[in-house]
């Protein structure tokens, strides 16, 4: 491929690209694909067949059309997306360039826009994907950047061709020489020096990153707009719940470690976090009961020494709800979560648009596994004749209470079916759950079903309709057991969520939104639980979401386990790198291996050390306490050890770099390089007449400079019918290196007789300066 196409298509990829991270950010994609579009048609009816061109004038009308219409966005859009006003005026001036014809200047400036485009985008987006893309965008950046310097060359040395010929004509060479200046294509080899250079950038980019201290918290900054959940608010409607089933969207990693261990651990089940309680139910809409709309806030009790510990790693939500495993404890004072006593929610005390990484501890899990009976929390009121809503006796339930007749109906013949005793409240809970969640009549389905409007939704679902996700399994159940007199309440949170291997956590996802429900055991019917407890109840069938997940495919499962934990260490070690994070996941863990080598050399210098008979053998106290100074120091000077390391490895790398470009002179020269001087190795003939009689090229200087510099000397000896020489010998070799066109054989010669006789002139000078002296 000809160097100048590869340059358009390259320009072209980068635009496309550019446009395609802003639209990943943005959430937008019209503006994407019409640049996709856009740069593809100018690929072929701007660049290959020249059919269409944007003149001066109309070029400078279009962008000043960009321009107002950019302004016009940032007045239209939100406060917090007026930076997306520019982005798409980046995105206009891309377009309007594409069209025009190509030259130095538009290829610049399609480039520059295209790197802004980038840099505006790493301001909205954070996923792992915009990185990975990222990296991808830096080697085409890069390439691209190569290709263009080396087609500005040609083009330069295409113009210098004429010229040349005309002043070795002027020098009595022959007029036979010419030089081919042909369509020249580009060498392989760039590609991969653009792969190296990108590899070398972002190697020593991430070690910067992540060892050079934080000012302040770098997630302050971070505006992140929360996903909306649905079914936590303060009242759910039924059916709300089945969009958030099929969501992929994530929500929290969950981990759980034993009270003096760090490693974690896989819970005996599925683990079910609570989100919200509803207990006030009015045809198909479940609420919090009252209809006061104060709230108080009260902290949560400090755990006791023997409590399982959960960390919650949640992304950002518009809610305020913590999804934790009940009931919870705090570990740490200073977390920033609270109980809502209106709600009976957890909530957290910080904004929900950035990232909530907290540890927590509960008492509801025993032997690895989540107990199913918790006692009564000193914020429950397990007395609420809500709890009974609509079956409670009152007035305003009336009605209500005789639309659900069928569903009371039900209950007491299952009950009577059983001939259990009224004493006997968790067999009778039981009872009821299996019903629903064991007969062939239910089924569980996430397609919405047509209710019959007349009937409540519930009676419709347990009487026409028996198919349903999991709010209507729970609703049921609940109502049906306030029925016959067995206080109940539902809850919705998560269960289940995908246990990653890789990271020994749980990924909950929208997906894994669930609904149960907790039915009230009274103190006289359980022993150790005084207030009485709440018995957690599953009635939906078949656990057919879990079901899925395990049908998924062994290959699918650990690739989306690999994909979520390279997710959490790109959120962790990058998104989410704060001062405090840097200082305890990198410099504490850096300082403390470094302690331990440390200390190991101290125990076998110090210990091991041979001593005369008069002196005192060193004590292992002596040894830990100068263990420890040496510690302390070290503590002290982590940064400017790890700042030295980063300097030093910089330093061997461009030392490598220099020997590399260097090896000319140990015969190990620059591929395109060597090739040159094995095919014409006149220029080698000119690099020996410049060590022996002139001075040789500097670092940092270019050949034409040189054969300038070389010129002005053969001026000072007198030698100017010589002084061309320098200037054609560098432009046969520009020639080749940047154009690729081989000088002819004729041409050659007259290369070599020049060079040739420029060296026997110099070596006459010599020789007649040493008998003058």
Known sequence: MASERLLQLLIALLTAQGSVMLGMGSGNLTLPLLTIVAATLSLYVTDRYRWFYLQGSVANLA???????????????????????????????????????????????????SLLQ????????????????????????LW???????????????????????????????TEATVDTKTTHFHPRLALAALRQATGICFLAFLSFLLLPRVGDSTSNQKLIGARMIGFTDSVRLGELGTAIESQEPVLRLWFFEPHADKPFRLLGSP????AIVNYYKNGTWSIAGSQMWTQEIEIPISPPNAVKQRIAMTPLRERTVFALYPPALVDPQTPVAFNLRTRQLVRTVSQSTPFDVVLATSGIRDRRQKRLTAIGPTDVSGDVALLQPFDGTRKSNKASERLEPLRTLAVEILSQADLADDETVERAEAICDYLKTSPKFRYSLTTEQRNPDLDPIIDFLTEHPQGHCEYF?????????????????????????????????????????????????????DGFPGGGWLRLDPTPGNLRIDRQINSGVALRFYGEIRNYAEFLWAKYVVQLDAQRQRED??????????????????????NDVKPEHEIPVGEADVEEEAGMFQKKLDGWWL???????????????????????GLRCGHSFPVKQQFLQRRPFYRQWERLLACHLSVRRPGQTARQHAAQIALQLIDCGLTDQQGVPARVVDAHYAYLFGGALPSAAMEAELVRGITALGKALAIQRRDALKTS
Request: with cysteine; proline share 0%.
């Open 63 to 113: 962008a000043l059309c960009a321009v107002l219409l950019s302004i016009y966005d940032f007045f239209e859009l939100e406060r917090d997306r007026q930076l997306l006003a520019i982005a798409y005026l980046l995105v206009y001036l891309q377009i309007v360039l594409l069209f025009q014809r190509k030259t130095e200047r538009v290829y610049w400036q399609l480039h520059l826009l």
């Open 118 to 141: 980038v840099v505006v985008a790493t301001a909205i987006s954070s996923s792992l994907g915009f990185g990975l893309l990222l990296l991808v965008y830096l080697y085409f950046c």
């Open 144 to 174: 691209t950047g190569f290709v263009f310097f080396v087609v500005r060359q040609q083009n330069r040395q295409r113009t210098l061709s004429a010229s040349s010929l005309t002043d070795i004509s002027a020098a009595s060479f022959s």
């Open 272 to 275: 079910m976090l609570r989100g």
């Open 474 to 526: 729970s609703s049921a159940l609940t109502l049906m057991l306030r029925s016959v007199g067995i206080r109940a309440r539902m809850v919705i949170g998560f269960q289940g969520g995908q246990w990653n291997h890789l990271g020994d956590y749980y990924q909950i996802r929208q997906k894994d939104a669930h609904s149960w429900t907790e039915a009230y055991i009274p103190e006289s019917e359980l």
């Open 586 to 607: 990198i410099y504490d863990r850096l300082a403390g291996w470094a302690n331990v080598l440390i200390d190991s050399v101290l125990q076998a210098v110090l210990v």
């Open 640 to 662: 400017t050890l790890w700042t030295a390391a980063v300097l030093l490895l910089c330093g061997c790398i461009l030392l490598l770099r220099k020997l590399y470009r260097g």
